[in-house]
């Protein structure tokens, strides 16, 4: 496994490739070994052979995307963090991508846990916040396509009821507006949502409170809209990601 990562090492520092000799010298292995390696990482799309040199193949190239995924999204969840402290409250990101509902990075505490997801967030976006926002932003084409897919049924007692009820919400909502909701998913929680305009997708960040601390829901979520424009930089990268 370490000649197999020395070799690959040795491919990295050579932005066009290099022969199997050099490889070998560089990572200090003899050349029947060095070829065993290569030839399997080859096989198994770490490396790609182009004329009679190597290069970091598929396989490699998704590993270190996994990688920079990883870290933008430690990022997000220190970022998240600060505000989660500020406010005293968690505090969500969330974005829409590929026509689903996705939870990017959520930061909490013991004292203050961040809601159950006990039905699944992707197929009650009608019935949270986070979703409400999302489908929010979207073209009437894509909201109803959503809503074809992920039709619209009671959570909660308090859940928007039918299809209509919740077209006719979403449309009424002002631009860059905080969405709330009051137990629509969760019985005993309250949660707001702000639109995020970073990169051309839609994303949200949001916060949820115990339904008797409900007073503090719109100062706290105030509060994190004025002042989110110095976490834009991170919040982009993940659109894209």
């Known amino acids: 496994m370490q000649r197999a990562l020395r070799l690959l090492e040795a491919v990295g520092s050579h932005r066009d490739g290099a022969p199997a000799k050099q490889l070998a010298r560089e990572a200090g292995l003899p050349l029947p070994t060095a070829y065993h390696l290569l030839r399997t990482l080859t096989h198994e799309g770490y490396l790609r052979r182009e004329n009679g040199v190597f290069?970091?193949?598929?396989?490699?190239?998704?590993?270190?995307?996994?990688?920079a995924l990883q870290n933008r999204r430690?990022?997000?969840?220190?970022?998240?963090?600060?505000?989660?402290?500020?406010?005293?409250?968690?505090?969500?990101?969330?974005?829409?991508?590929?026509?689903?509902?996705?939870?990017?990075?959520v930061s909490d505490t013991p004292d203050s846990p961040a809601v159950s997801e006990w039905a699944d967030f992707r197929e009650t976006a009608h019935a949270h916040a986070i979703g409400q926002c999302l489908l929010s932003q979207l073209d009437e084409k894509a909201r109803r396509d959503h809503l074809d897919r992920h039709p619209v049924r009671p959570v909660t007692c308090h859940s928007v009821r039918d299809r209509s009820t919740l077209l006719d919400r979403l449309a009424s909502m002002e631009r860059m507006q905080p969405v709330v909701e009051r137990e629509?998913?969760?019985?005993?929680?309250?949660c707001a949502a702000i639109p995020i305009t970073a990169g051309s997708g839609a994303a949200t960040m949001a916060i949820s409170l115990p339904a008797h601390q409900a007073g503090q829901l719109l100062p706290a979520v105030d509060r994190l809209r004025s002042e989110v424009g110095t976490l834009l930089r991170t919040l982009a990268f993940s659109i894209s990601i």
């Open 184 to 190: 629509q998913y969760a019985l005993g929680t309250v």
């Open 55 to 67: 290069v970091y193949g598929p396989a490699a190239e998704r590993l270190a995307g996994g990688g």
């Open 74 to 105: 430690t990022s997000i969840v220190e970022s998240l963090a600060h505000w989660r402290d500020a406010i005293g409250a968690p505090v969500y990101f969330g974005i829409y991508r590929d026509g689903e509902i996705e939870i990017v990075a």
